[in-house]
T-cell receptor, first 116, second 110 residues
């Protein structure tokens, strides 16, 4: 089955700790994305990567870091610098077509992070 | 900056009734996407519209994009409890970034 997996589904973190969220895809997609979803605020882009070993900041990158060492994997680290990390995190991937409007993003099941 | 506004924010309908959700952009969209989300789960891709005036249907769901590519509607015919969830529209702006509306929460009463 082709798709996007995220783990864990639920994650609890103490204040001051870094935590890494996993995202893996077997769709052979070039582009991968991380979004944060908060009630009433829709989805906000954290980081995205259009190719291996390259990534760009999205709208709310502060307090987060990513790596893209393999095409299939795009882990997100939530650092202690992120002031309000409790949220639902969604990973997505797409083929990475060059023309805007032709590049459908497919989403994973999400990880709910709670800071205690 | 470009934004997507969805209306209504929430909707409660009786099973069997038709309903429409709207998505409006302040600027031209280069691709309009509709997704469905169950609470606490990921987004499921429904449809993509690209051309002005385009209309697509899948089962009982029809999506349309206006000629100016700034407004889209999602219409559900004869709603069922399985249609309940949050519907989100997303659109690519000229720079290729995908922006999302706030979502419309749909409840279907049996």
């Amino acid at each position: 089955d082709g798709g996007i997996t995220q783990s864990p589904k639920y994650l609890f973190r103490k204040e001051g700790q870094n935590v890494t969220l996993s995202c893996e895809q077997n769709l052979n997609h070039d582009a991968m994305y991380w979004y944060r979803q908060d009630p009433g605020q829709g989805l906000r882009l954290i980081y995205y990567s259009q190719i291996v070993n390259d990534f760009q900041k999205g709208d709310i990158a502060e307090g987060y870091s990513v790596s893209r060492e393999k095409k299939e994997s795009f882990p997100l680290t939530v650092t202690s610098a992120q002031k309000n990390p409790t949220a639902f995190y969604l990973c997505a991937s797409s083929m990475g077509a060059g023309t805007p409007g032709t590049d459908t993003q497919y989403f994973g099941p999400g990880t709910r992070l709670t800071v205690l | 900056s470009q934004e997507l506004e969805q209306s209504p924010q929430s909707l409660i309908v009786q099973e069997g009734k038709n309903l429409t959700i709207n998505c409006t952009s302040s600027k031209t969209l280069y691709g309009l996407y509709w997704y469905k989300q169950k609470y606490g789960e990921g987004l499921i891709f429904l449809m993509m519209l690209q051309k002005g005036g385009e209309e697509k249907s899948h089962e009982k769901i029809t999506a349309k994009l206006d000629e100016k590519k700034q407004q889209s509607s999602l219409h559900i015919t004869a709603s069922q409890p399985s249609h309940a969830g949050i519907y989100l529209c997303g659109g690519h702006n000229q720079g290729g970034k995908l922006i999302f509306g706030q979502g419309t929460e749909l409840s279907v009463k049996p």
